[in-house]
């Protein structure tokens, strides 16, 4: 027996306790992914040993391999919490520019409206386009409008769906006539700079068969100037009290006068269209199901939520709700490939291969949970297990170095 044997165990069984440490110390790390010790025998010129003789000149760690098991998954309710229940990594922009990945999701938002981890990392997504929802195909920082409000939108669509009396007479056939403001509803639609105008829509019934004028106001001769509301056109109904779009107007636009809500230097006027395919004449009181207009005025950030695919949802001040963007996720063909750099952040590296990019949820993805993050995965009764046989195998390697000089000084006393 050498002491070559005997040291070679120490150290082995000194750097298994600097990884159980390790574990141990971030089994209250978001996120962090445990690693164990592997070994390996060290044997010097075993090729054509007769008869299996060489017994070999001890142990060697060969690698540190991490485990990337799915750590438990914990209800925080913070918004800016994300979770990844599956596969994948978050894509982060390191304040150097280069690229790192993790799986601790306890986001936040700065100064700026960068999402960004506690290192300052800015989170990566896809920009998805609020109006079309298409999204990019490169990753890019998310970023939020913190700073200043969101630009508003100018009202490009009324949708309205109404129920008009069919019981309703000819308005002209009544004495005195029925007033255009019996059947009449009103909405605020928003020029380019987010002024509310109101918009009104007054329907008058002909002497054509289950057929309506629409009007935009009413006709007020004494105002200065005097007031004359505008025909729009016609709105038409078959047999069954269904809209009849080729017997009415299309399309149907209301031209709309930013100065009466704001005098000072408006906006020109502009059309809206209106759409009432969804009318109805049946033999009930007139009623207003629905009527909603596109456009809104400018509005402060309020709060941000994560849907499961990845879809970032940010509301605002004035009552809109739209997707912003979507969190990007990365996975690698060998995810034990990828270097710890601290921070509870990887690179890639050649053993790891390069990252692939997708939504979550597609392919090999996992799904994201907002709200809650992911645990640690270290079993700690485990560890702490394996750091007592890790310490009687750091004893058992120096009783065998204490027996071997105990050997020695025996040979070195003989006479």
Same mark, same amino acid.
């Given at each position: 027996?050498?002491?070559?044997?005997?040291?070679?165990?120490?150290?082995?069984?000194?750097?298994?306790?600097? =990884? /159980?440490?390790? &574990? /141990?110390?971030?089994? %209250?790390?978001?996120?962090?992914?445990?690693?164990?010790?592997?070994?390996?025998?060290?044997?010097?010129?075993? /090729?054509?040993?007769?008869?299996?003789?060489?017994?070999?000149?001890?142990?060697?760690?060969?690698?540190?391999?991490?485990?990337?098991?799915?750590?438990?998954? $914990?209800?925080?309710?913070?918004?800016? @919490?994300?979770?990844? %229940?599956?596969?994948?990594?978050?894509?982060?922009?390191?304040?150097?520019?280069?690229?790192?990945?993790?799986?601790?999701?306890?986001?936040?938002?700065?100064?700026?409206?960068?999402?960004?981890?506690?290192?300052?990392?800015?989170?990566?997504?896809?920009?998805?386009?609020?109006?079309?929802?298409?999204?990019?195909?490169?990753?890019?920082?998310?970023?939020?409008? *913190?700073?200043?409000?969101?630009?508003?939108?100018?009202?490009?669509?009324?949708?309205?769906?109404?129920?008009?009396?069919?019981?309703?007479?000819?308005?002209?056939? *009544? +004495?005195?006539?029925?007033?255009?403001?019996?059947?009449?509803?009103?909405? &605020?639609?928003?020029?380019?700079?987010?002024?509310?105008?109101?918009?009104?829509?007054?329907?008058?019934? $002909?002497?054509?068969?289950?057929?309506?004028?629409?009007?935009?106001?009413?006709?007020?001769? $004494?105002?200065?100037?005097?007031? *004359?509301?505008?025909?729009?056109?016609?709105?038409?109904?078959?047999?069954?009290?269904?809209?009849?779009?080729?017997? #009415?107007?299309?399309?149907?636009?209301?031209?709309?006068?930013?100065?009466?809500?704001?005098?000072?230097?408006?906006?020109?006027?502009?059309? =809206?269209?209106?759409?009432?395919?969804?009318? $109805?004449?049946?033999?009930?009181?007139?009623?207003?199901?629905?009527?909603?207009?596109?456009?809104?005025?400018?509005?402060?950030?309020?709060?941000?939520?994560?849907?499961?695919?990845?879809?970032?949802?940010?509301?605002?001040?004035?009552?809109?709700?739209?997707?912003?963007?979507?969190?990007?996720?990365?996975?690698?063909?060998?995810?034990?490939?990828?270097?710890?750099?601290?921070?509870?952040?990887? +690179?890639?590296? &050649? @053993?790891?291969? *390069?990252?692939?990019?997708?939504?979550?949820?597609?392919?090999?993805?996992?799904?994201?949970?907002?709200?809650?993050?992911? @645990? #640690?995965?270290?079993?700690?009764?485990?560890?702490?297990?394996?750091?007592?046989?890790?310490?009687?195998?750091?004893?058992?390697?120096?009783?065998? /170095?204490?027996?071997?000089?105990? +050997?020695?000084?025996?040979?070195?006393?003989?006479?």
């Amino acid at each position: 027996m050498g002491f070559q044997q005997g040291l070679s165990g120490l150290n082995a069984a000194s750097r298994n306790l600097d =990884v /159980i440490g390790h &574990n /141990i110390a971030n089994s %209250n790390t978001t996120g962090f992914k445990g690693s164990r010790a592997e070994f390996a025998d060290i044997v010097a010129s075993s /090729i054509g040993a007769a008869g299996g003789s060489n017994a070999g000149i001890g142990v060697e760690v060969a690698g540190v391999a991490q485990q990337f098991s799915q750590g438990n998954i $914990t209800i925080t309710g913070n918004n800016l @919490d994300v979770a990844i %229940n599956g596969g994948g990594f978050f894509r982060l922009q390191q304040p150097d520019g280069s690229p790192a990945y993790t799986r601790a999701g306890n986001f936040k938002l700065d100064k700026t409206g960068d999402l960004v981890t506690n290192g300052g990392a800015k989170v990566m997504g896809f920009r998805v386009d609020s109006t079309t929802g298409a999204g990019t195909s490169e990753p890019v920082p998310l970023s939020f409008p *913190t700073g200043a409000p969101i630009q508003a939108q100018q009202t490009a669509n009324i949708t309205a769906a109404i129920n008009l009396d069919a019981r309703a007479p000819e308005a002209a056939s *009544t +004495v005195p006539p029925t007033p255009r403001s019996t059947y009449g509803t009103s909405i &605020n639609v928003y020029d380019s700079q987010g002024v509310a105008v109101p918009v009104s829509l007054y329907f008058v019934k $002909t002497g054509t068969a289950n057929t309506w004028e629409v009007w935009d106001g009413l006709d007020d001769p $004494t105002a200065t100037p005097p007031v *004359t509301a505008n025909n729009l056109g016609t709105i038409a109904f078959d047999a069954n009290g269904k809209y009849d779009a080729a017997a #009415s107007t299309s399309p149907l636009t209301v031209n709309v006068d930013p100065s009466v809500a704001n005098p000072n230097n408006p906006p020109a006027p502009w059309d =809206v269209t209106i759409d009432l395919t969804s009318t $109805t004449q049946f033999g009930s009181k007139f009623s207003v199901a629905d009527l909603t207009q596109d456009g809104y005025a400018s509005g402060e950030l309020t709060g941000i939520n994560i849907a499961n695919d990845g879809m970032v949802m940010a509301s605002y001040s004035n009552g809109v709700t739209r997707a912003e963007a979507q969190v990007a996720l990365a996975n690698f063909r060998n995810p034990q490939g990828l270097a710890p750099i601290g921070g509870n952040n990887w +690179v890639e590296t &050649n @053993d790891s291969g *390069t990252p692939v990019m997708g939504k979550p949820g597609a392919g090999n993805m996992g799904l994201l949970r907002a709200g809650a993050l992911e @645990d #640690s995965n270290v079993d700690l009764t485990a560890e702490l297990v394996n750091m007592m046989t890790a310490q009687r195998t750091y004893q058992a390697n120096a009783q065998t /170095i204490k027996t071997q000089d105990q +050997v020695m000084s025996t040979l070195v006393n003989l006479r």
